[in-house]
């Protein structure tokens, strides 16, 4: 009975010891498992032996053989046990060592080796390897989750995203052009000058910060900041190489629930649809051919309504500097035309939107005025009219464009850059009436690959433009300008694009007839 009692407290013990081990399907566990089992066989047949043993009731011969002959199945068992742990043990130490050389290539976890001499059992030496390695894998992602929140500083405690793109363009000319690497118009032939042209250029490349600041008013604040290198190109050996930073947006937001307040420099927020192509990024695909555009300084204030049927409303007003298109002075700010009437511009937009295919489908109409002061006291009214719609045909299928009618609006790229037309002693001024706009069928054929067709046109009135042969900056026999374009974009990854297009261009001209001129360009992009 002492030799029972004494097995049952190691029994005990052996339960206590089991129940602290983390993983109860580990080695450990199993070979604990398999040795209580047979600690429990064992002495439930030494019990059974003794108390067999102690009844006198019974004959001694049958229950110490059938004793015997139990107690030899079971060390058959564990014997069996004994040889498949030693298997698993095998394969344990196989994956245990792979763990071991996959923490150590990273450099973030010290070789774990038992000592043999120490006296530590094998279970317990593989549960402690184990173990340690749980725990380097632990330090180990919350190193690279450090390094993921701390991938970009800001001086301020607010946190800050930077973004935009590398973009290589190689490019292919046909026919003479305005510019070489992101053209808007055909020109005349030029003598003497090649009319065949290669080149690559990186100056479409883009880089952007965002900072996401500290809620104000129940608002939360964000400023943005997007440059490019088109600025021009310094006067040195293969300048053209070295484009001059050019800013484009810098502008600040607070954005309530349905209210949102933006002032900076933006996109002209009442034209907000452009043309897909990483061809021209440098200016909106189509500026001069019927696509109204500029960033432009502004404070405007959003409002959104959310209507029956998943429908919803947005209205959008606000002020933004009166720009006309004039040709900035070398040496001096001096006040241009809008500026010098002493007033900002002014625009709205409307739109409605729904879903249909699980895509938005909207349609927006908007207005914009700008009064203007030009030289000998001539005072003009510009203004516009316009419409915009994005409208899903299928679940990859959509067409999107813009349509407007205007005067003296050559700071949004109307009238073929133009406002307004001189006469030959400049004393003469007319503004200049415009219609053009574009339209773009975009076919997804998947997440990854896509195709876009697109033609725009802008249409300066020939009454205007006939008899009045100055203009400030821009050509002014131009009557008309055509632009279309046919391109292939394939993202293999989300950070990396490829593209080809191909783009056709035609301008009339009072005196030239109509030029044309064709492009092919291939890109290449990394996104970050």
Known sequence: MEFTRAVGQELQGLFLRRRIVKHKNSLPGRIGKFGTMGLLLLAGSVCGWTQTASTPAAPPADPMTDAVRQLQDEVRELRNAVIELRSEAGVYRAETEQLRKELEARGSVQAVVANP?????????????????????QLLTSKLDDQYQTKVEAASKYRLRLSGIVLLNL????GYLDSQDVPTWAIPEIPNVSGQTFGASMRQSE??????????????????LQLDFTGGSPNAPNGINFGLVRLRIASMRMDWKNTSLVAGQDNAFFSPLAPTSFASLALPAFSYAGNLWGWIPQVRIERRFKLSGAQRITLQGGILDNVTGELPSAFAPFAQAGESSGQPAYAVRLAWTRDVFGLPLTLGTAGYYSRQSWRFDHRVDGWAAMTDWSVPLTQRV?????????RAIGGLGGGVGRSVLFSGNSSELRALNSVGGWSQLKISATNKLEFNGAFGVDNPFAGDVRGFTLSPGFPAPLLQNRSSLLNVIYRPRSDLLLSGEYRHLRTFDVDAGSPTADQINLMMGILF
Not at 398 to 406: C, D, M
């Open 117 to 137: 001499a120490s006296g530590v059992s094998a279970p317990a030496a593989l549960e402690d390897r184990v173990s340690s390695l749980e725990e380097s894998s």
């Open 171 to 174: 490019f292919s000319n046909r």
């Open 207 to 224: 880089i952007g910060l965002e900072v996401f600041g500290p809620h104000l008013a129940g608002a939360k604040t964000s400023g943005n």
């Open 398 to 406: 959509s067409l999107t464009g813009e349509f407007y009618r205007g």
